[in-house]
């Protein structure tokens, strides 16, 4: 399924306090500098239209949470819902993801990865683009806090079966853990992205894994 059209964002909406560029975080890395503190780090790998940010960050408001979409006019989206809801414990920034993974954050700096139904790329001679690859996944591996956790979910099993067998392949991560199903509180409680929500009223499976660095 396809994205479909965004609602037009309130110019009047400041969004400097939500909406970043690549150039504009912190080099060497230090998430104080983002969110002024130090709190634990979580990273939305492809926040979309920002769902799973303004639900999780006001419901944790002693973590930090920052969302990576390269797609610019839905990070505007995503960044503009925080923004109108005042929510000062998350950021969005307009970028690609494995490279701040790959040039920005150091190693031990995050408290958990979110990957909620990354782009499959149907076509063979494209699926070298996925995201869910064995550079990226080392670097989640990598950039993970002792404990820490990864959180993947796709509606396609073939991306599904394949992503784990990287992460078996790449990694050390235990898992993966079954991720129980959460019931619906209302139209969009209890759905991580707008498009698990679309999965659910559809009737089409999700596959959910969370994977976990070891303590040592």
Same mark, same amino acid.
């Given at each position: 399924m396809g994205r479909r059209a965004l609602r037009k964002i309130d110019p009047k909406l400041d969004l400097s306090g939500h &909406? &970043?560029?690549?150039?504009? &975080?912190?080099?060497?890395?230090?998430?104080? +500098?983002l969110?002024?503190?130090?709190?634990? &780090?979580? +990273?939305? +790998?492809?926040?979309?239209?920002?769902?799973?940010?303004?639900?999780?960050?006001?419901?944790?408001?002693?973590?930090? !949470?920052?969302?990576?979409?390269?797609?610019?006019? $839905?990070?505007? !989206?995503?960044?503009?819902?925080l923004a109108k809801r005042a929510i000062a414990n998350a950021r969005v920034v307009a970028a690609d993801a494995l490279r701040i993974f790959s040039e920005l954050l150091p190693n031990d700096c995050l408290a958990a990865v979110h990957v909620y139904f990354p782009d499959p790329w149907w076509k063979k001679r494209h699926k070298k683009r996925r995201v869910m690859r064995d550079s990226f996944v080392r670097d989640v591996e990598r950039t993970l806090v002792p404990t820490g956790t990864l959180h993947f979910w796709t509606d396609v099993e073939e991306y599904f079966q394949e992503s784990l067998g990287i992460l078996a392949a790449s990694t050390r991560l235990s898992g993966p853990f079954s991720v129980p199903?959460?019931?619906?509180?209302?139209?969009?409680?209890?759905?991580?992205?707008? !498009?698990?929500?679309?999965?659910?009223?559809?009737?089409?499976? +999700? $596959?959910?894994a969370e994977l976990r660095k070891s303590k040592a």
């Open positions: &909406l &970043l560029q690549f150039d504009q &975080l912190p080099n060497p890395w230090d998430s104080a +500098v969110f002024g503190r130090i709190a634990p &780090l979580e +990273v939305e +790998v492809g926040s979309g239209k920002g769902l799973f940010l303004r639900t999780e960050a006001p419901a944790r408001p002693n973590t930090d !949470f920052l969302g990576i979409e390269i797609a610019r006019k $839905y990070a505007q !989206f995503a960044a503009a819902g199903e959460m019931l619906a509180e209302n139209d969009l409680g209890g759905y991580r992205t707008h !498009f698990e929500r679309r999965m659910k009223l559809h009737g089409e499976p +999700v $596959y959910r």
